[in-house]
Nanobody, 124 residues
Framework: QVQLVESGGGSVQAGGSLRLSCAVFGHFYSSYYMGWFRQAPGKEREGVAA????????YYADSVKGRFTISQDNAKNTLYLQMNSLKPEDTAMYYC?????????????????WGQGTQVTVSS
């Protein structure tokens, strides 16, 4: 059984930075995808960034390119999302997700395993 646990959310002023972490409990065999998604109140969940673990390919939503960086530490079994130059529109609940066979890495329906989320609030 796989469990994902996010941490690192909080409140920050616009222009600030946060680093989210997603600890992976359980075992994935060979290569697999992990992604960060977010959902703001009244909006649909959207893909933010994804990585093909074992290969290293990364994917970003246009809205975060150049500001956010996804990375993974195999030794610590942890996924990260470094968020810089944060904007008020980045305010949302952020979730990490994982799965093996993913055709579209930034589409949430592609993922089976999900964390409980961590809140990010950016004030202007």
């Amino acid at each position: 059984q796989v469990q994902l646990v996010e941490s690192g959310g909080g409140s920050v002023q616009a222009g600030g930075s946060l680093r989210l972490s997603c600890a992976v409990f359980g075992h994935f065999y060979s290569s697999y995808y992990m992604g960060w998604f977010r959902q703001a109140p009244g909006k649909e969940r959207e893909g933010v960034a994804a990585i093909f673990v074992g290969v290293g390919s990364t994917y970003y939503a246009d809205s975060v390119k150049g500001r956010f960086t996804i990375s993974q530490d195999n030794a610590k079994n942890t996924l990260y999302l470094q968020m810089n130059s944060l904007k008020p529109e980045d305010t949302a609940m952020y979730y990490c997700a994982a799965d093996y066979s993913v055709r579209w890495p930034l589409i949430d329906q592609e993922y089976l395993y999900w964390g409980q989320g961590t809140q990010v609030t950016v004030s202007s």
